[in-house]
């Protein structure tokens, strides 16, 4: 089956310890992006990646971290999480930058205390 | 002024009605338009997308693109229950980035 899995799908944590959220498609797609939703902003991407080894930042990169080392995997570091990266987080990916549509993981809620 | 607007929910309609939707972007560049629906505690799909000035039409579901006013539309009809999602306008200005909206809550009353 064609999809995009997240992991963990929730997580609580607290304030200043390292986490990764790991995001992987098995479609083969070039283009992968970190989004995150919050009430009343909608999604705000984070960081997305055209390839492997090409990254570059979104909207609101601050306090994240990726990596792409291989095609369907690129997970999301938070190197010291604060609480107001307590969000839902989702990982979407498409067949090449600009497709028409994009795939989005089921989500990771994050609460950070 | 944010990249993508769309109007203020919660918007609630009874069954069999027209449903109605609005965004408003600010990049006159942009080029592509996408409706998302995500379902409560799920992730969006793709309903819609549109390219062109004019009216696209897919099942009960129209989007309308004028880009002259920088705005596009969704019109769900016959709206069923299961039409109760937040609906997400997405703007797509380059290949690199899809700008979305904050969404807009719909109900369809039985």
């Known amino acids: 089956e064609a999809q995009v899995t997240q992991n963990p799908r929730y997580l609580i944590t607290v304030t200043g310890k390292k986490l990764t959220v790991t995001c992987s498609q098995n479609?083969?797609?070039?283009?992968m992006s970190w989004y995150r939703q919050d009430p009343g902003l909608g999604l705000r991407q984070i960081y997305y990646?055209?390839?492997?080894?090409?990254?570059d930042k979104g909207d609101v990169p601050e306090g994240y971290k990726v990596s792409r080392k291989e095609k369907r995997n690129f997970p999301l570091i938070l190197e010291s999480p604060s609480p107001n990266q307590t969000s839902l987080y989702f990982c979407?990916?498409?067949?090449?930058?600009?497709?028409?549509?994009?795939?989005f993981g089921p989500g990771t809620r994050l609460t950070v205390l | 002024q944010k990249e993508v607007e769309q109007n203020s929910g919660p918007l609630s309609v009874p069954e069999g009605a027209i449903a109605s939707l609005n965004c408003t972007y600010s990049?006159?560049?942009?080029?592509?338009f996408f409706w998302y629906r995500q379902y409560s505690g799920k992730s969006p799909e793709l309903i819609m997308f549109?390219?062109?000035?004019g009216d696209k039409e897919d099942g009960r579901f129209t989007a309308q693109l004028n880009k002259a006013s920088q705005y596009v539309s969704l019109l769900i009809r016959d709206s069923q229950p299961s039409d109760s999602a937040t609906y997400l306008c997405?703007?797509?200005?380059?290949?690199?980035?899809?700008?979305f909206g904050a969404g807009t809550t719909v109900t369809v009353r039985a």
């Open positions: 979407a990916s498409s067949l090449f930058a600009g497709d028409n549509e994009q795939f």
């Open positions: 479609m083969n797609h070039e283009y």
């Open positions: 990646s055209m390839n492997v080894e090409v990254t």
């Open positions: 990049d006159r560049g942009s080029q592509s």
């Open positions: 549109i390219y062109s000035n």
């Open positions: 997405a703007v797509n200005a380059n290949d690199y980035k899809l700008s």
